[in-house]
């Protein structure tokens, strides 16, 4: 891939005003410790008391550093214009307990309508705080969780404690069908201290909650808005983000428009977004190239190559989350209860050659847990390709236990396939037989929760490892799908999530990598890459977590 | 007439039944769990146990059905599962879409197969004939996949002629809906063409060598007149049927030519509906295609009437 084209954003810039109009380089940080904190600088000005430290005066709370400036060659940003945005699927509803944690354009979408309370930024391990004005706790349990002022929802409700206080209570009400459910019942009670305090009351110690709070429960609609809509909030939202709902016509369009009364202005500088979902690759490639004023999401590498080739002018967001695609083992049964199986698999698979065949040379291989652009980043492999070695340990297993033949099971969708294709046939050549079974996610998903399956194709991408990778491997998780019940991974997953310190949750995260090395839960092999491509003329296009993009910053450049 | 009418109106209740009964009895067939459209692919056995209930897609298929017809009769088409939105708004705001894009198709097929099988019958074995029925076989053998997407890159992406993806609705811009519905409606239309093309072409070579026209060839009537009064008429009652079986295929191809030019149309609903297993929607949607099938096929057999006077006859 032509780097020179690419600016490698895996990182997040924060979402506020950023550029000439903020001291980006202001360091913010006191108090650098648990879930760090990133002040967007503009929220500061905004908000903040004159010394610009927000959210970092208690002892506990995260820290605060700034937040990365826009690239200086996208210049003094301009207002108006109108964005068309170019998707690859329609998601299933606008109501903040239908749009998933790991849905780029829900995400993408969501922050445009809404804002977010606090978002995680990958690169740096931190939070960046958005509508929230500080989240802080001393033991991981209580926590207190301030609100910026002068926030109203765009129905003129204001945007204080009560309000997130209601949407968290739905979110765990059984009867709205949340997504969110689980991560918001960690919550025991919640206390409006004041009209922006809100204190929370965890069912267990977690100093990394916040990083729960980005990335599922960030999102408030307005009150008012869901006691007279209900159910149909979901195609008429009404939140207090820098774009306001104007009309959506599912699998065609959704149109928001400028919020004049953004609390974070000037931002934003776009009049409006198109959201137009095309789950065609080279029709959204097409209507890319014969269009203006546009950005095009895409997780194919060679679609977003073949587009850069196609126009010098074009720039790319292009994130790349730690973890990434797995085969991951049923541990509590047979076969794969046996590690020597698992260590087997571990050296018998060259990983980049199988990403080679089905991504092509733009795919990356995921041989560590984490990028190394990750804070947690440390060069354990998990696997090493030893033909030999993979060959002796089957051989053993075999001896002592007949013909290794297991089911490799994986969800529709072309990638699966090839791969499941590619791991059958590498795996006869050692003489173990593999029946390949993909599914629907309808039907596929609920065996894998329920433990119906023996290697499963799955992903597991994340940004930081809390809550998703700890809830993926915590002994006893409900969604621990391999059944992995390693008690010394367990326990330093459990003392990372009570830590506040980036290093201290380091040297945890290094204990997992290795234990995972030697016991291998899964075997990790692509890493998922996220490419938000911009036309020439459209700047300030970065991008967080899986590729979502705050729309806010986004401006257009007159011609 | 009238007791034709009635005795077609009468089969619609008991077709629409067994259609709707089969339906359910297919969604349920297809493996899966509807919750896990509804709580994402990261939920637990749990969170998904606790939706179906709150759904009640755990109760057996007959308690589901007569809740559903039960619903229909009072005019409710229930309410997504994967949405939450009510079907019956769903489907009217696509319907207009699929229809336009199946009717126009329809129209284009019929516009461009009837002349040309005109003139390739008039003097058939010639090498303007050859040619076309070589480009129809070709036309029928490609997949619409494929079609649509040779149609996009010579008429959106290198001319520029239409859009290569997108939607505005009839009511808000005429010109602009017709703009970005006739790449996707050609793109339908091209196999359907073809089809028609070689069903109506083979049947007016033979009707062209009846009695009756060569009478009326004999009474110097021209070639053009013995061909569109004469010999036209008598040879459309396979074009007819097949024009009239066509709509399923034509709401079939919808799908994919919807989900290729990202219009909001039924096909896209569809696919993501069955996928999910939404099946109060599938529902919805097979109920709607199939009384849009019925209906069509009861404007075929009054066409028939009208073409044929034996037929009125009889009735």
């Known amino acids: 891939m032509r780097r020179s084209k690419i600016r490698a954003l895996a990182v997040l810039v924060a979402f506020g005003l ?60 301009q207002s108006g214009g109108d964005l068309t945005f170019l998707t690859t699927n329609e998601i299933r509803g606008l109501d903040p307990t239908m749009i998933s944690g790991g849905s780029s354009t829900g995400t993408t979408i969501a922050n445009a309508i809404y804002d977010a309370l606090m978002m995680n930024d990958n690169a ?5 705080l958005g509508t929230a004005e500080s ?10 969780l301030m609100i910026r002022s002068g926030i109203e929802f765009t129905d003129g409700t204001p945007y204080d404690a009560e309000a997130v206080k209601f949407n968290w209570e739905r979110h765990q009400n059984p009867d709205v069908g949340s997504q969110h459910r689980g991560p918001a019942s960690n919550i025991e009670t919640m206390e409006v201290v004041d009209p922006l305090t809100l204190r929370l009351t965890l069912r267990s110690p977690n100093l990394q909650f916040p990083r729960t709070i980005a990335r599922y429960l960030a999102y408030i609609a307005s009150p008012t808005a869901i006691q007279d809509l209900g159910e149909g909030l979901a195609t008429n939202p009404v939140g207090a983000g820098p774009f306001v709902f104007d009309k959506w016509e599912r699998d065609s369009q959704l149109v928001v428009v400028r919020n004049a009364g ?26 890319f190239e014969t269009g203006d004023d546009m950005v095009l999401y895409t997780t194919v590498p060679s679609l977003a190559q073949s587009i850069a080739d196609g126009d010098d002018s074009v720039t790319m967001a292009h994130t790349v989350l730690n973890g990434g695609a797995s085969l991951i083992f049923n541990v509590r049964k047979p076969p794969f209860d046996d590690v020597r199986l698992r260590q087997a698999f571990a050296a018998a698979i060259d990983i980049p050659d199988l990403i080679e065949v089905i991504q092509g040379e733009d795919g990356i291989p995921a041989i560590t847990l984490f990028e190394q652009t990750s804070p947690f980043y440390a060069d354990v ?26 089911t490799l099971s994986g969800l529709q969708g072309t990638l699966s396939q090839t791969t499941a294709e590619y791991l059958q046939a590498a795996l006869a050549a050692y003489g173990v037989e593999a029946a390949v079974e993909i599914r629907t996610l309808a039907e596929g998903a609920p065996k894998v929760y329920a433990g119906e399956f023996e290697a499963q194709l799955w992903g597991f991408s994340f940004g930081d490892p809390e809550p998703d990778l700890a809830e993926a491997f915590i002994p006893g998780s409900p969604r621990n799908f391999t059944g992995f019940d390693d ?27 290795e234990i995972f090395a030697e016991e291998v839960p899964q075997l990790l092999y692509q890493r998922y890459q996220a490419f938000n491509v911009a036309k020439g003329n459209v700047h300030g296009v970065t991008a967080y977590e899986d590729g979502n993009v705050i729309t806010a910053e986004i401006w257009l450049e007159s011609a | 007439m009238t007791r034709f009418f009635a005795s077609r109106i009468a089969y619609l209740v008991p077709v629409l039944l067994l259609v709707s009964l089969l339906t359910m009895l297919m969604v349920d067939l297809i493996p899966g769990d509807p919750a896990v459209a509804i709580l994402g692919a990261n939920a637990s056995a749990e969170e998904l146990a606790a939706v179906n209930e709150a759904l009640g897609t755990n109760d057996p298929l ?43 198709a329809g129209l284009l097929a019929l516009g461009l197969s009837v002349p040309l099988a005109l003139i390739a019958a008039h003097r058939p074995g010639t090498r303007f004939d050859r040619a076309l029925r070589g480009a129809s076989s070709t036309l029928i053998s490609s997949p619409s996949f494929l079609t649509a997407l040779l149609l996009v890159y010579a008429l959106a992406v290198t001319w520029e002629v239409f859009p290569p993806t997108g939607w505005v609705r009839l009511s808000e811009d005429v010109s602009e809906n017709l703009h970005h519905a006739l790449l996707p409606s050609l793109a339908l239309a091209l196999g359907e063409a073809a089809v028609y093309f070689r069903v109506l072409r083979a049947d007016l070579v033979t009707t062209l060598q009846e009695d009756f026209v060569l009478a009326a060839r004999a009474r110097g009537l021209r070639s053009r007149y013995v061909l569109v009064r004469h010999a036209l008429r008598p040879s459309s009652f396979s074009l007819v049927t097949i024009a009239g079986l066509s709509l399923g295929r034509l709401i079939g191809g919808t799908v994919i030519v919807e989900v290729l030019f990202g219009l909001p149309g039924l096909g896209q609903l569809t696919v993501q509906s069955i996928l999910a297993k939404d099946y109060l929607m599938v529902q919805g949607i097979v109920m709607f295609t199939a009384l849009g099938y019925v209906i069509v096929n009861l404007g075929v057999d009054v066409l028939y009437h009208q073409l044929d006077p034996r037929l009125r006859r009889a009735s």
């Open chain 1, 487 to 513: 008690a010394e991974a367990g326990e330093a997953f459990l003392a990372a999530r009570a830590s506040d310190d980036v290093d201290a949750r380091r040297e945890e995260y290094l204990k997992v990598q």
């Open chain 1, 124 to 128: 740096t391990g931190e939070l960046v």
């Open chain 1, 135 to 144: 989240i802080t706790s001393d033991d991981g349990v209580v926590w207190e």
């Open chain 1, 262 to 287: 953004y609390w974070n202005a000037p931002l934003p500088y776009l009049d409006s977004i198109t959201f137009r979902p095309l789950p065609d690759d080279s029709q959204r490639k097409n209507t």
């Open chain 1, 18 to 77: 950023v550029g000439a109009a903020c001291g980006s380089d202001d360091d913010g940080g006191a108090g650098s410790d648990a879930a760090p904190v990133t002040e967007s600088p503009a929220a500061t000005t905004a908000a903040a008391p004159d010394d610009g430290d927000t959210g970092s005066t208690s002892p506990a709370s995260p820290g605060t550093t700034a937040a990365p400036a826009a690239p200086a060659d996208d210049g003094e940003p």
């Open chain 1, 381 to 406: 492999p998990l696997s090493q390709y030893d033909p030999e070695r993979a060959q002796d340990l089957f051989d053993e297993v075999a001896a002592e236990k007949g013909p290794i033949t297991f």
């Open chain 2, 62 to 104: 007959p308690t589901r059905y007569s809740q559903w017809v039960g619903d229909i009769v009072r005019g409710d088409f229930g309410q997504s599962l994967r949405t939450r939105q009510p079907v019956i708004d769903e489907l009217l705001a696509r319907l207009p879409v699929t229809l336009e894009i199946a009717a126009l």
